[in-house]
Nanobody
């Protein structure tokens, strides 16, 4: 079993900052990549940022220059520093990880339960 636990969401005014954290636990052999997705009401879930264990990062255009993804491989954790937040960043943010279990040679996607981020104007 694998669990991804997120923390750090909340309510912030436009222009403010939040830092999201996500830690993975369970029968994990390795983690190939971790990322953050978000889903606003009535919209599809979308990729926000992604990082591989080698440190390669990828961001959606609308958050480039404002958000920074980082990871701590030893802690099996990923973080999302969000600065200059805008009302359009309001969504439930989900942690995602491509994890190889000790019982399988292949990786699978796992998701956290989500954390609400609300940006007021």
């Amino acid at each position: 079993q694998v669990h991804l636990v997120e923390s750090g969401g909340g309510l912030v005014q436009a222009g403010g900052s939040l830092r999201l954290s996500c830690a993975a636990s369970g029968t994990i052999f390795s983690i190939n990549a971790m990322g953050w997705y978000r889903q606003a009401p009535g919209k599809q879930r979308e990729l926000v940022a992604h990082i591989t264990t080698g440190g390669t990062t990828n961001y959606r255009d609308s958050v480039k220059g404002r958000f920074t993804i980082s990871s701590d491989n030893a802690k099996k954790a990923v973080y999302l520093q969000m600065n200059s937040l805008k009302p359009e960043d309001t969504a439930v943010y989900f942690c995602n990880a491509a994890i190889v279990l000790v019982t399988s040679p292949y990786d699978s996607d796992y998701w956290g339960q989500g954390t609400q981020v609300t940006v007021s104007s």
